[in-house]
């Protein structure tokens, strides 16, 4: 009997195609899935030049990783053939930069001081049409989807009680100047400030059918982010840390970045 | 007097109630009676069965592994469609039984006989007591003794738990190069014993001793057909074809076949010493009883000849169509009037035109250096036959069958396909043949010897022009004397058929619609690379579509297999009755009535249920030989039968093959180790992707259309999925609304 039916597969061995039926008969999916960083780069390459407050509410700071960003996504897409669809998600990152022992002196005062900050926190917003292609046979959308997406960002460092020190350089002094204190928690960067840029994606996702309608999805995301070089990146808006600074910053996050865990849930409609 | 005739009815009885079988309507062999639990359990309970109760040695993990393989296995041949319960010859065979353990009641009761549809000469039995027998060897038998004493043998191996043993001794045993021939040894030991503990069963039961040397006879002649008997040059002649003597053999092929043959890598110890051994115990016995008979020789006979008849049906299913010929032609001598032969044939000559025009012929005959005894002339000859030569005898014998019987729908199924057949074949012009039989083309040939063309037989267009084109017309007229030649004897052979009009207007009206596919064909040859592939696409996503509402669904089959440790029965089984229940669900969910025939229903289907899914799987078996090949299904009356009881000609098979593998390559990643950055990112790519990969699953599905007797749809679906519940109905609704929808 076995060998009967192994023989029958011998038979067809031709891989069929069917006409698009969908998933149980639903041709739409919509994914919403959480990302976690996948700190490969990180460990391997990053400095230890993040500063965080040694414990919650600490005005210390403490160096240390950053081991944990995450963000969340949620896309709509529609099924054009069993292995292929079409599809716009949007969502948000929630990222940390850090920009180690910054120097900053004073002309009026003729302070000199070193300003250790705790990580600041960029938000940023993402949008991108993106198309999902299975293998053949396989039926969208269960299974491994291969995902490949272009999209603009919008990114913003969070303003926030930052916790910071000022070790004051100057001759004579002891303690920073208030002056200088509040100048520092107020500008050290332009909070106003907007970073644009293109991420091109290609995600790998697998999605197993909890019921006829809700499937699991999780995989992994690989981002690429071109950062925008332009003109409005010159200067820094009357803040201590140039625009053109925390753009790298903000490039070198992404970059550590590129390997995104995502987990979530999707709905076939 | 009403009571002494009573008695003499009695006594008449049994003769007469096993005299039933009507060999002239035969009916292949089905199970009969209550169906039993070796069929309904599942392999794992029985497993769990023999784990608890077995007294084997072995301990831990082997014996798990033991009673799982061979449960596994004896379901799968239970389970094959060629086994069948309560049938005659188990019936009878179990009677055998009954006499050689008359006097052990316990061990009886523990033993089930069940009869395989094979012509392997073959007889064997299991640890959980069930013996099986082939057709094949009752086929080859000549007397009851002989079966008894392969029953006692069996048996004995059964008390013995030979299987069991084996096993163990395997697993004890180093894998070296010895183990073979020391297994092979082992093994031996065994069969000398079951031949010699056999002999105390046989000998009590009071059979005659000079049986036992005929059975090993039997056995070592076995693999020729069951009879030898001349084939005689002119069987196929009749009044309207002459087939010459040149296409028969001029020689007789010997039988090669002798006792003392090599057996050093077989299980079994050769004939001789099998004969030795058991001379020198047989000795032993005091007396021996006489009976080579004990429940008749007529029945003996009948059970024989039901045999003999499933040999011919099976060799048309295996499709070894000369041997089946040769069948048909042992049996028609002492079945001349049997309808059922008269229709084998029909589709053996059927078979072997579908299989010639496909240049496949060989593949259904004997190898030459296979070519033995008597049954080698056919073989021969239906080697040395042209394809104009094959398909002028296959017309002429199935034209004759449907004539002689018009209301026989089979034999009228068999004509139809026979004529659409021809018509598809560019070799068969009507136009070659000769209105004279052979005989008369002969007289011509001989009256005008020496004579140039004759102006009264060339045409009438001849007469009016002698151009070189006329002349070559004339050359080419069969009818003209001039160009007689025996080796195209089959031009003279259906002479009498040309002038029935019916045939031909069939004939023209598929020719018409062969020609319309070859046209299609040409504009499909004549477009761009491009569109080709566009049509072809188009083609392959519409492969399903078959606009149906209802079927029949068989066995759907999963195979799954854990990593490099191969097939695991336990998951397969478990994830079939997932499959099987997904089937009907989804159905039910789309709107495509399903009727299930699998082993799963057999307890409540019973035995109606086993039988039509036996059919069904032979039905199977031949389409699978060779899928090119347009095969006529051989139980054409039962395969009505079912779907006039379901109301549907489609049949579905599915199988589910499935394996989780993550194939991770180490050696790519210890390479990239040697350039910093791409390790991470090919390993952060690589490894995900061979591990969401890991799950590998091909869906095969297949539909059959039994009034048509093709395969109308199928294909296989490959994914990296799990086999849960959801992704398996996922595929199967997709596919199933795909049947819904009407070819285009």
Redesign the interface.
Known sequence: ??K??????L?????????T?????KKNFIDFSGLTN?K??SL?FEDNSYYKPSFKGSNNLAKGYDLFDFGFRASYNRVIK?NFAIGLEGGMDFQHIGLGIVSYGNSSTNAYYEITHERLKINSFVIMPKITLN?????LP???SHEIGVGYTNTKIVKDDYVFKLVDYGWGSTAPNADDTTNVRNNYVDYDKRYSGFTLMYG?K?R?????TLLLNY??R?TLNLRNYGQDNIGSGGAIISYDELARQIGRTRVFN??TFSIGLSLAI | MFKKLFCALLVCLPPVLFSQVDFNNYRTLQSSGEIPTDFTLTSKSKMEEDLKNSESELTGMKKVKFYEGVNYAIDNILHSGDVVYGDPISTYASEVVDRLLKDDPTLRSKLRIYTIKSNAANAFSTDQGILFITTGLIAQLTSEAQLAYILAHEISHYTEKHVIETYSWQTKKSNNSLHIEKLSNYSKEKEFEADKLGLTLYNKAGYAVDAIYETFDVLMYSYLPFEEIEFPKNYFNTANIFLPDYLFPTEKYEIKAEEDYDDSESSHPNIKKRKEAVTAEIGTFANWGAANFSLGEIRFTEIRNIARFENLRTDIVDANLGDALYSSFILERSFPNSMYLKRMKAQIWLNLLNYKNENKVNDVLDANKELEGESAAIHFFLKKLTKEGMMTIALRQIYDLQKTFPDNKELKAVYDRCVVSLARTEKFKKEMYSTKTFEEALADFELHKGDSIKPEIVDTVAKKSDSKYSKIKSKKNADNPNNFDTTKFYLYGIGDILKDSTLWLAYDAESKVYQVELDKQKEIDALSYRERKKLKSKKKSSVLNLGIDEMIVVEPKVFSYRGNQGFDPQKSEKIENNYSEVIQNVGDEVGLKVHSIDRRILEKGGTVAFNERSILIAFLSQLVNDDDVNVFPVDFELLSEIQNNYGTANVMFSIVEHQRKAEIKWGWLGMSIFILPAMPIIASIHIPMAIFKANKTEMTVLVMNLEKGTIDAGGSYYFNEPIYKLNLGAHIYDIFMNMKQPSK
């Open positions: 009997m076995s009967l039916f192994l023989a029958l597969i038979v067809l061995t031709f891989s069929a195609q069917s006409q039926t969908g998933f149980y008969g996948f490969l780069f391997l069993n293998s053949k046979g396989s039926l269960i299974g491994i790998l697998f197993t059918p909890l019921t006829k995989g992994f690989y590129f390997v």
